[in-house]
Structures are given as C-alpha cells and as structure tokens.
C-alpha cells in the first residue's frame, strides 16, 4: 500500500498492533469490556493468550473462542491465536503425553578414561538408570583425534530372586538414616532407589567388552534416550511426525471448530518461544547460555533423518568413524570443527523443515499467517537447550519475523555491560544492538515476510514501567527496523495479577491507561510509513552462529553497537545466504558499490572476530574483494575453514593469507571510521552523537509515483539533550544538508528542517526529505524564560477514583511526591497555580521541565494537549496581561503504591511535576 506522511498524520493508517490478551475463562462480560477498551486504545487486533485458559481445545475454550470473534466482529476487530496449552510452544496441548512415541529423543553418551594399551575392559551396554536408552554405538578420542574401538556386546543372564537376600544392603531395609537432615533424606532417598534398581534390574547387565590402543583414551558410549531434564513432554524439533502431533492437536482443532473465520476474523497462530529443550539451559561465565555445541554433558537433539543426514554430510563409510564424529560434538577443541558445525547445521535445518516451514506451509495452505519467536538471549538464538540454534532457520517458515524484550533487558542509558535483573544478568549491548537488528534483517532476506518484524514489547518489565519508557522502547524497535508489534499484555485476571506486569488496563487500576492510546496511535502511524518500502543499511555484518559453533567468535553485539553509536545501519546476514542458492540470490555490482541478498541492497561486508568461517563465505568475500565491494573484518581474519575438503581429513583447514587479498581488517573501535573513510555512510553527524539512532527509509510508492524518503531520528539517553547538523548522501554518492520537514508524530507537529537537529531525552521525530511544510509556524520570539512561581495547589485521585480528587495541599516549592506532600500513592495529581503577566506575551510556550511522568496541561481553561515523554513542553498562543490559571494534571506509575517482583531490580523514579515550569 502507498503511504502518505500526510494521509497518515490525518488518520489513514494501518494496524500493526496485536497486544495478548489472556484468556482465563472469565464471563462474557468481562471479555467484551476489554475488548472495547483495547478498541478505544487505537487497536484493532488481539492475540488470544490461550496458556491460561482452563479448557484450551475443549467446549469452553471453543464457546469463549465464538464469543471472542462475534465481539470483534462487532468491532472491526481481528484475532491471533497463541498455539498451545502451556509456555513454550511445543507441548501439544498433551497430546506428546499420550503419544510417547512423538516424544523428543535425544543422543546421550557415557565416558570412561582408560590408559592403554588394555584389552578385555567392560562396562554396562546402556545406562541402568535410564530404561529409555537405545545403544548406538562406542567411539574413543585419544590425543584430540577419534579412534576406532573394537568391541563386542555380551548379553545378560537372568537375575534369580534368591540372588538378593533381604535385609542385606540394596534390599530396601530401613538403616535409620536420620529423617531430619536433608541432606541425610536425600541420601537415603538415592539409595532407596539403588536398592530398588538392584532389586529389579539383571544380575548382570548386557555389556559391551572393548579394547583400546596405546595412549590415555576416552570411551564414549553412544546411547539415544526419551529422557530430558527439561519439557520431558514435548515434541522432537528434528522430527517431522513428531511435528505433526502440535497440528494435530492444535491447529486442525482450529480449522474444524473456527475454520470459517480463518483468512477473516481469524489472522493467524503465534508460536511462543519453541527450542530443542534437549537440556535445561545452564549458565556459562558470562551469565548466557551454555548449551554451545561442544559441552561435554550435553544430550543432543536426534532422529533417524539426522542420523541419516549426518552420516551423508560427514562422508562417514562406516560406523568406526561416524561414532568417531559423534564424539567430537562434546569437546571444542578445533579438529572437531567440522563435525560439530556439520551437526549443527543438520539439526538446525531440521528444525527449520519439521517445525516452522512444516506449521507455517499448514497456515498458508489454511489460508492463515504463522507467526512468534524463539528465545535469543543469552546466546540461545545459536545455541541448543532452550534456544533453536539459528535465528534465521528458526523462524524461516513464518510470515513475520519475530523478537521479544522482556525483564528489563532494556535500561534507557544503558547500552553495554551487564544488569542485573534479580535471576542473572542481561548483556545489555546483546538487547541494544543485535536482538532487534536480527528480527528486521530476516525480515529484509527472508520473501514471504514482506518486510514485516514484530517485537513482542513491554512484558514483565515491573510496574515501574510507564508510558514514558514504553514510548522509549517502541522508539528503540522502530529506529532499528521493527514495524509490527505485540504489547504484553492485558490481563483479565483480578488486580493485581502478579503475572508478568505492568498491564495495560487492569479493571481501571492503571492511571496511565487514559493516554495509553495515544501511544499506541503513534507506533501505528510510524510502523504504517516505516513498511511496504525499502530500508538502507550500509553494512551486512556477518551473522556468528556457523563461526560459534565451529570455534571461537567475539559475539556480533559488540560490532553492532559500533556501527549504531556511529549512525551506520545494518543487517545481520547468515553464513547460509552465500551457500544455499534455492533459498537467496546474490547479485554483485561490478562498479564496487556493493552487493545484494534476495534484493536487499549493502554496501560493505563487515566480519566479526572469529576464528573460523565457512568456503561458501569465503568464496563470496574473495568475489566481492575482486569487483572493488569493501570487505572488512573485525580485529583479524578468520584462520580456518569448518568444511570443504581440505577439513575432511584434519577436522579444519588453515586459511592462507593470500585467500584475503583485497579484504581490510579495522579493529573495532575504527571500525565505523573505515566506513566513513570509504564515503560508505549514508548519514552523518557533525561530531560524535553516540546516543542518536537514525533509520533512512524509502516509503511505499505507487507505480510512477515518487516515494518519500524518510529519517527517523531518535535520541535514546534518557537525560542527555542533543544538538547536530545532518547531512545525508545524495544520489551523486556526496553528503549534503538533510532539508525537507520535521514531524512531531506522538504530539502532531510539523517544522520546516534546515539540517539542525535538536531531540531532548526520550525524543524522536520523523524527517521527511525534500518536503515542504503546508504553513510554516511562526517562529517562537527570542525571549528570556519567565519563571512560573507562587503556591502550587496540589491534589491526588487514584486511578478509580478520578476525576474526583482528594484534599489539596499547599506547595511554595514543587518537590518529589513521593518523597513529599503524597508518599506511598499512585494516581493523577492535580497542580493548579494562579499567576499574572506583567505584559502580554505573543507565541508563548509553556514548558514544565522535569516530569514524572506523563502530563495534561491547561491554560485558563483551555486545553493545551498531552505530553508522555520530554520536552514537556505546550504551544500556549497569545496570552494577555494580567492574572491567568494553570492546570497541570500529573500520572506517575503504579509501583510507587505497590510492590511486585519484576520491579525490585530498578528504581523507583521521582512522583509529580519537578519543574522548573516557565513560559518563554
């Protein structure tokens, strides 16, 4: 659709909200008033929370399912549908329960050191423990390489009854082990469960008798399992009937009960955070995720399609070195690159066919979208347990990208180092520069998205969080590429719901709820002109997860957060857009002004310190360094290939200098130099504003009709006001003055933009190239600031309450509420203040300074409009001489009256208005 900055200021826009609503099985009632009230808000679409609904899939959830569509129906309203019982995505609904044959399995290995040489060594065939295991195979690693293992399997003889006599340990006799210790009862509870095994298993166990060569050698014991210490009861992500079971059980429910409103009332399904659970995610030193390919206690992910792959991929001609390969996927050391990124690679792409492509085809062919995301922190997006192991694979079948922020893993002024959220420790730089990029790049590469990245925003971030740091986060999203969004959440639940706040409604309790709306009318508006056309970026920085799994790599983030600080845009690009020409098209220019994936246009190729790298990305860098397309790599070049024939025999393969002709390597801190040096950058400021965010964007256009070009500006500190003259690069490849018109979107402004930009904290504004204000507003009269003093009378209503307000109380001076005049309260406080002008003043502004946090103004009665983020500042018009009365009604947040879990991490800001309030 073509798009207007001035049709959508006028209202013609798009909806690109769809907040979760969760359903818990509440009266109709309730349903339909917050149906209207997410309606009032400028909303026109709802995600059904269907995890917390009692009878999901069953009479009540399909009566309450009806009754939902009839209602929005009635509102013009469309529907989303969460597609599981329980969080993560991947339960079935139960169904895996029932059917235990589905269940995830998993390849599990038990090691034995041994100095060789030996012969005739024996250990048990399969785990005792583990009833599930299925014996695969023996495999030894002997001075970091795999060796053969010659071994024969000795079955077991029966155990006769008489072979246990009671009483005797094992025999389950009470040894009177102390019941008040815990770590006695828990002794006592482990050997109760070894005497009840050595009741019940073989006298002796089937074994396996092996010899292994010269040398200290680890054994490793290869076994698949159905046992997993995490989600034991989900489906197997590399597996495509087990797959099958979350259509079965979900999604052709669906179809059968509702299948007539699908393509109509009914958009689509939201997958919530699926992985490969083969483990329960640990912690590594720097707080992510350990379930990096290599950990040594690891179960892997496995079917009978992966081992098929695996075997193919490897070139393994017989079992001995295919069980070699296999033990190389729990160690790091370098001769095991190749099997551990060949590994992953197969599972991964796996997980791309059974899951996402497998559920997205089925709401295609249904005439419905798929839609969600994976978990990303903490490493997860390329890591197995809890996460997918490739963003881009694991989200390849759905008709959005998807990405979450959630449990204060944004701070505004924080974009680097750690914060702690009270459960660990968030890498602040991770959630600043790379979640929100990996989302809008796939979005970019990926067809069938359109363009289209949502981000799940706001949830269980406390109720410290208002509108002014949601306004913050919307910004942070929509400067980095994201134009669909999913608000978490309303809850229908009794106030106050401890379930992830804030919420948005809340029966009435949330005072901010009454300008919630306009917010969210400002990210409908700027994701409507921020879609359907063409982004910018001038770097594709290669994506780490191939490099990750092969060997060392310095996280993406920190080349990220480089690139932004500097104003350069990007895309993260994966290593399979080089190697996987089915899926992306390459195009190179032969002038050197950059090159193409799937259309999307970059003009340099940055690598991330890494050790290794893949042939097929090398071959690419070597074209593009050969047609002059600037090629950089970060702090050093990558030594080593994971694949290729030449790491066949070794495991890797050195990479020659010489592979790197005409390739630079920046270290990090020069890195954005080395672009601007190149005349590469498409934006550029006249010193260092490392907290503007700025995201160049071509609108949709018509056919023969000229699109606007659009830069959306953003100053991210959350104190610190800037000031810089911008200039943008032409079409004639130089910088010129950015000129056109700067809109004021959240409050309605439009200025003539001579390249001067000034942005208070909390700031954005959308410029428009070339264009021309409608009535140029007159410029505010150079005047001395008039200071607004006297005695504030200041009253507070709670949120149900207002608007009847409680006793005034008297202030000389305005100060901090809640360390004040109304400590412990949360609501609206009402400041009126009777002054006098000793003079008339022409194209007055009134400006209220600090807030907290979200302000109404009026003037002598008249109305001068809402401010939800700095500058509080209001257009007061011509005012005459003589006595005047202002109003100003203050919303602060809810956490200054109560307390709840997801706040107790951050602090609690300042209540009411701060000043100093002046008129110029």
């Keep these: 659709m073509a798009t207007s900055y001035r049709a959508v200021m006028d209202g013609t826009y798009d909806n690109h909200l769809l907040p979760f609503l969760w ?97 005739g060594l024996s250990v048990p065939l399969t785990d005792p423990m583990d009833p599930t295991q299925q014996f695969v195979g023996v495999a030894g690693i002997c001075d970091g390489k795999p060796v053969a293992i010659d071994y024969r399997i000795v079955p077991a003889r029966v155990k006769d009854a008489a072979d246990t006599p009671a009483g005797e340990p094992g025999s389950g006799a009470d040894d009177g082990a102390s019941k008040g210790n815990a770590t006695a009862s828990g002794m006592a509870a482990m050997m109760a469960a070894l005497a009840q095994f050595s009741r019940e298993a073989p006298v002796d166990l089937d074994r396996i008798v092996f010899d292994v060569p010269e040398g200290t050698t680890k054994v490793f014991v290869l076994a698949t399992s159905r046992r997993t210490d995490y989600n034991p009861d989900y489906i197997n992500m590399v597996d495509k009937e087990s797959c099958d079971t979350l259509l079965e059980a979900i999604y052709e429910p669906h179809f059968a009960h509702v299948g007539d409103e699908f393509g109509k009332t009914i958009l689509g399904f939201f997958s919530d955070e699926p992985g490969f659970a083969n483990e329960k995610s640990g912690k590594d030193e720097t707080g992510g995720s350990d379930s990096l390919i290599g950990k040594v206690t690891m179960p892997l ?40 990124h060949t590994y992953m690679d197969v599972a991964t792409e796996l997980y791309r066919e059974c899951f996402d492509e497998n559920i997205g085809s089925w709401c295609r062919a249904h005439g419905v979208m798929h839609i969600g995301h994976v978990i990303e922190d903490k490493g997860s997006h390329e890591r197995l347990g809890s996460g997918a192991g490739h963003f881009f694979r694991a989200i390849g079948g759905q008709d959005m990208a998807g990405v979450d922020i959630v449990i204060n893993q944004l701070v505004p002024g924080m974009d680097d180092g750690f914060h702690n959220y009270g459960r660990g420790l968030w890498d602040m730089a991770f959630f600043n520069y790379m979640l929100p990029k990996l989302g809008s790049s796939a979005a970019h590469l990926d067809p069938k998205k359109q363009g289209r990245c949502m981000a799940e925003v706001f949830g269980a971030f406390g109720w410290h969080e208002g509108l002014r ?38 029966h009435g309790n949330n005072p901010q709820f009454r300008h919630f709306g306009r917010l969210m009318s400002y990210m409908n508006r700027l994701s409507t002109l921020l879609s359907g056309g063409t982004a910018h970026p001038v770097a594709a920085v290669l994506y780490d997860a191939d490099a990750a799994w092969a060997g060392t790599a310095s996280p993406a983030q920190r080349v990220c957060r480089e690139l932004a600080r500097a104003q ?48 097929s990305a090398l071959a690419f860098c070597q074209r593009l360094a050969a047609a002059g397309v600037t090629v950089i790599a970060v702090d050093e070049l990558p030594s080593c ?64 009709e000229v699109p606007e070009e659009y830069y959306f500006c953003v100053n991210e500190h959350p104190r610190t006001a800037l000031a810089t003259a911008l200039s943008a690069r032409g079409a004639d490849g130089a910088l010129h003055e950015l000129r056109g018109i700067r809109i004021d979107v959240l409050n309605g402004a439009e200025t003539a933009f001579d390249g001067a930009l000034e942005l208070a904290p909390y700031e954005s504004c959308l410029i428009v190239a070339g264009a021309k204000a409608e009535a140029a507003a007159p410029a505010a009269p150079a005047r001395e600031p008039i ?40 609501g609206t406080y009402r400041y009126q203040l009777s002054f006098e002008l000793a003079e008339a003043l022409d194209g007055a502004a009134l400006d209220l300074g600090e807030v907290s946090e979200t302000a109404e103004a009026w003037l002598d009665g008249r109305p001068l409009g809402v401010r939800l983020v700095p500058p509080y500042r209001f257009c007061a018009g011509d005012l005459a001489a003589g006595m005047h009365e202002l109003t100003v009604e203050v919303i602060n947040t809810v956490d200054h009256k109560m307390c709840d879990y997801f706040s107790m991490s951050e602090p609690t800001q300042p209540s009411g208005l701060i000043g100093p309030v002046t008129l110029r």
């Excluded at 008033?33 to 009032?40: H, V």
């Excluded at 080395?674 to 498409?682: M, N, S």
């Excluded at 009253?795 to 901090?816: I, N, Q, S």
Aim: hydrophobic share 40%; proline share 5%.
């Design 23 to 119: 359903m818990k099985g509440e009266d109709h009632a309730t349903i339909t008033e917050y149906l209207e009230k997410i309606s009032g808000a400028d909303i026109h679409e709802v995600c059904l929370e269907s995890r917390t609904h009692p009878d999901f899939c069953g009479d009540g959830w399909w009566r309450d399912l009806r009754f939902v569509i009839d209602e929005c129906k009635r509102l013009g309203m469309k529907i989303w549908i969460l597609d599981d019982a329980h969080f993560p995505t991947g339960y079935a609904n139960g169904k895996v329960a029932e059917h235990p044959e589905r269940a995830k399995v998993v390849l599990t290995h038990r090691t034995f050191d041994v100095a060789g040489p030996a012969r």
């Design 568 to 615: 350069v845009d990007f895309d993260l690009v994966p290593e399979e857009a080089f190697a996987d020409a089915e899926r992306y098209e390459l195009g190179v220019c032969p002038d050197g002004h950059g090159f193409s994936v799937n259309g999307q246009r970059y003009r340099a190729l940055v690598i991330p310190a890494r050790a290794f790298v893949g042939s």
């Design 301 to 340: 992910p496995w079917s009978a399609e992966l081992e098929r792959r695996l075997r193919e991929r490897l070139g393994c001609t017989d079992d001995a070195a295919f069980f070699g390969a296999l033990a190389q996927l729990w160690d790091r050391d370098e001769t095991g690159a190749r099997a551990r």
């Design 641 to 704: 290939l994971y694949d290729g024939a030449a790491a066949t025999e070794a495991g890797f393969a050195p990479i020659a200098p010489e592979a790197w002709a005409g390739a630079q390597v920046a270290v990090l801190g020069e890195l954005a130099d080395a672009l601007r040096a190149a005349e590469l950058d498409d934006v550029r400021t006249d010193a260092e504003q490392p907290w503007l965010r700025v995201y160049h964007y071509t609108g949709a256009a018509s056919e023969g």
């Design 787 to 826: 200071a607004l003093a006297g005695t504030w009378h200041v009253a507070h209503a709670d949120a149900l309450a207002y608007p009847a307000f409680g006793d005034e109380v008297a202030l000389t001076e305005l100060e901090d509420l809640s360390n004040g005049a109304f400590p412990g309260t949360a």
């Design 469 to 506: 740091e949601m306004k913050w986060i919307a910004d942070h999203f929509l400067v980095r590429g994201v134009n669909y969004f999913v608000p978490h959440a309303f809850s229908m639940d009794t106030f106050p719901d401890g379930d992830c706040p804030p919420h948005f409604y809340a």
